[in-house]
């Protein structure tokens, strides 16, 4: 199994330890958010019986891929998959979007999620406090090592953040993340060392055409 959605009793964990801090509660919101979105990767297992390959890579039918939303819009390899959920906080609700697609023979899993903030503190947030604050959980969440980040723009003057990290399993994640119109948006690349050097293309390729869709 890919994905074990299982971030209902993580974030409660995540909520409770940050309750128990004292952050104000505009740092904390964009912390649990971001929880809510890593727990839920953190399960994320790549069957290690296929082996990747440049060929396979090149076979992917890869098309774009737009929201249903129309918020954003991407090259996918294939319809990717899509779940999404609703927590309550003691700070209002958070929505969270995920869009999931896994080539096959292939040990990697390409990744778009989002989540909108309550409007009165999206409206007010510090984009990078939120884009810093999402990279730390994902971090903690995951129990990994930041190998290199750098501060993006959107095509349209979004403020954005990417950046690689790895976990003990060797597991390797690429994440890009914008934060536009009070939510937050992650396309992410999770695959293994071994199989990162077939993939470049791939990866570079997929990053590049995310597009968030600004909302009227």
């Known amino acids: 199994m890919l994905l074990g959605y ?3 009793s993580q974030l409660e964990v995540i909520s409770v330890s940050l309750l128990a801090t004292t952050m104000t509660k505009k740092a904390l919101l964009p912390l649990i958010a971001a929880g809510l979105v890593f727990s839920s990767f953190a399960a994320v297992e790549v069957n ?6 440049a ?7 890869w098309k774009v891929f737009n929201s249903p939303d129309g918020s954003f819009k991407i ?37 778009v999620a989002y989540n909108d903030f309550p409007h009165s503190y999206g409206k007010l947030a510090n984009p990078q406090v939120v884009l810093n604050n999402a990279r730390d ?20 003057n979004q403020p954005g953040k990417e950046f ?4 003990s399993a060797g597991k390797i994640t ?3 993340m914008f934060f536009a119109q ?25 990053l590049n055409s995310f597009q968030v869709v600004l909302r009227r």
């Open 6 to 8: 299982n971030g209902s």
């Open 48 to 53: 290690q019986q296929q082996t990747a390959t």
């Open 55 to 61: 060929q396979a890579a090149k076979k992917s039918q």
């Open 75 to 111: 090259l996918m390899p294939g319809m990717p998959k899509s779940m999404s959920e609703t927590k309550k906080t003691f700070m209002g609700e958070i929505n969270l979007n995920i869009f999931l697609a896994k080539p096959e023979k292939q040990q990697v899993a390409y990744v």
């Open 137 to 156: 959980m994902a971090l903690k969440t995951t129990k990994s090592r930041l190998i290199s980040q750098k501060n993006v723009r959107s095509y349209n």
């Open 164 to 167: 690689e990290y790895v976990n």
């Open 174 to 176: 690429r994440n890009r």
């Open 182 to 206: 009070g939510r937050l948006y992650q396309a992410m690349v999770i695959t293994t060392k071994k199989q990162e050097k077939y993939l470049g293309k791939s990866i570079r390729g997929y």
